[in-house]
């Protein structure tokens, strides 16, 4: 009869879930840095206290 060694584990750690978490958090973070980088210029109007004076012109089409 062969007698179990008493340093060995029983079981080993599965560290396949704690892989597949650390990639998920990898590409969610690269995602947002690039989302957050990249970005368009506008070039917003400028606010006034002053009431417009044109006149809005209305345009319909009729078919």
């Known amino acids: 009869m062969k007698m179990q060694a008493e340093n060995e584990p029983y079981d080993e750690i599965n560290i396949t879930p704690m892989l597949d978490l650390a990639y998920v958090l990898l590409v969610i973070f690269i995602i947002m ?3 957050t980088v ?3 210029m506008v070039n917003l ?3 006034s ?3 417009s004076i044109a006149k809005s012109q209305t345009k319909a089409i009729t078919i």
């Open 33 to 35: 840095t690039t989302a």
């Open 38 to 40: 990249q970005g368009i």
């Open 45 to 47: 109007p400028k606010a």
């Open 49 to 51: 206290d002053t009431p």
